[in-house]
């Protein structure tokens, strides 16, 4: 079957713009979390969404990140006023929700501030 | 909250020639243990996990870890090593909801 879908795969776009990524996970997984790759900093987690709790922010590294997730499928990461240091591989990722499941990755978004 | 602890940021090794990823980790509760792999421009992609049970756990192309609650370890391994496993590798450790993950192991595997 098909698996985490992310959009766009590359995206650039000056300082100060705001921009959407998006995130379409497995059908039937209602737990979708979404982490922030860099270059020497390993994997950050962001947000996770469980059914229809309300989603952990914990990871945001601040209020210009946001994220939503519409009917309990697809997710949408925005990030505005980009700065050059939100240059990085966003990577979504979906499961089962139930503890300990494992977590399914897509590509990710390589997102390039200039 | 729990840690995990990469020791080895960069591994080359011989093909054919055996390997060891190390992973430590520390937490307050019980955990649970996973090994994922990234290829060049993909995502990650799980490698084997500890849940419960037996404590050495497999992969279908060769790898294996064991999980060591004494010493508070996850170490990967595999025998012998093919150029096809050149690679990053993520240790990761759940308490339930987000991954925690190491810094990565990346793995090249020479001629």
């Known amino acids: 079957g098909a698996g985490v879908s992310q959009s766009p795969s590359n995206k650039v776009t000056e300082k100060g713009k705001d921009v959407e990524l998006r995130c379409d996970p497995i059908s039937g997984h209602t737990a979708l979390y979404w982490y922030r790759q860099s270059l020497g900093q390993g994997l950050e987690f962001l947000i996770y969404?469980?059914?229809?709790?309300?989603?952990?922010k914990s990871g945001l590294p601040s209020d210009r990140f946001s994220a939503e997730r519409t009917g309990g499928s697809v997710s949408t990461l925005t990030i505005q006023r980009t700065q050059q240091e939100d240059s990085a591989v966003y990577l979504c990722a979906s499961s089962l929700g139930q503890q300990a499941q494992p977590q399914h990755f897509g590509d990710g978004t390589r997102l390039s501030i200039l | 909250a729990q840690s995990v602890t990469q020791l080895d940021s960069q591994v080359p090794v011989f093909e054919e020639a055996p390997v060891e990823l190390r992973c430590n980790y520390s937490s307050s509760v019980s955990v649970y243990l996973f090994w994922y792999v990234q290829y060049p421009n993909q995502g990650l992609q799980l490698l084997l996990k500890?849940?419960?049970?037996?404590?050495l756990v497999e992969s279908i192309n060769g790898f294996e870890a064991e999980f060591n609650k004494s010493q508070t370890s996850f170490h990967l391994r595999k025998p012998s090593v093919h150029i096809s496993d050149t690679a990053e590798y993520f240790c990761?450790?759940?308490?339930?909801?987000?991954?925690?993950f190491g810094s990565g192991t990346q793995l090249t595997v020479l001629p």
């Open positions: 990761a450790v759940t308490a339930g909801g987000q991954l925690t």
């Open positions: 969404f469980q059914g229809n709790s309300a989603p952990d």
């Open positions: 500890y849940l419960s049970g037996s404590t």
